[in-house]
């Protein structure tokens, strides 16, 4: 005859089954669309695609203007808590990032000021999503796995420098994975790789992939 298991026995299965589950949760990076937008007419003029995030982009061929990308025109929500070295840490890494997006997505990079002709890129980060480097340390060493998870919410927009005129956009909220253990330390170190995350997306669809 099988041995019965023991209340403390299926006590202990149950919590392993809810730790197995809540790693399983936390290990997936994700992206989706922002909660709150700080475009006033972003709402209405973004599609929303089957991962939650939203963008358009206009029907002209984009891939032979040149980009213009200037650090300064990366900007910052009304209602992101972030102090003044970690804004210029955010807005180094974002710099950055599309750079690196948008020249491997086979887009030609222009110097800026930008010039006629160019289409100018501009990013609003909406929200910053701390990890808990204490956290981590615990969770490494007892479930082997950072659980804490830190993202980046922003909003993308390219711009016919001479007009004005919009002709691509983006809204996306990124957040990291188990297995971004690289950033998971430090309190920003997530929100920087995941700049790179939502500067790939944007440069695809500037692109237009």
């Known amino acids: ?12 299965l149950a919590r392993l089954a809810l730790l197995a589950g809540t790693i399983g949760l936390a290990a997936c990076a994700s992206v989706g669309a ?4 700080e475009s006033p007419d972003e709402r209405d003029g973004l599609i929303e695609g089957p991962d939650g995030v939203r963008s358009w982009r206009s029907t002209s061929d984009l891939r032979r203007a040149r980009v213009c990308v200037a ?18 840490e955010l ?3 974002m710099d950055i990032a ?3 997006s948008l020249a491997a997505a086979g887009l030609q990079l222009g110097d800026p000021p930008c010039g006629p002709g160019d289409l100018r890129v501009r990013s609003t980060i909406v929200s910053a999503e701390r990890a808990s480097p204490a956290a981590n340390a615990v969770t490494a060493l007892v479930l082997l796995a950072p659980l804490s998870r830190g993202g980046l919410t922003v909003e993308f927009e390219a711009e016919d ?3 004005g005129r919009r002709v ?3 809204a996306i909220r990124a957040r990291a994975g188990v297995a971004d253990i690289a950033g998971a330390f430090s309190e920003l170190g997530h929100a920087r790789r995941q700049a790179h995350v939502a ?11």
């Open 1 to 12: 005859m099988m041995p019965r298991k023991t209340v403390p026995g299926i006590h202990a």
């Open 34 to 37: 922002p909660e709150r937008s």
């Open 71 to 88: 650090g300064s025109d990366v900007g910052f929500g009304a209602r992101v808590g972030l102090d003044a070295a970690e804004r210029l």
């Open 91 to 93: 807005q180094a890494a």
């Open 98 to 100: 599309l750079q690196e």
């Open 161 to 163: 420098a001479a007009t």
């Open 168 to 170: 691509a956009a983006l």
């Open 199 to 209: 500067s790939e997306r944007f440069a695809r669809l500037l692109a237009g992939g």
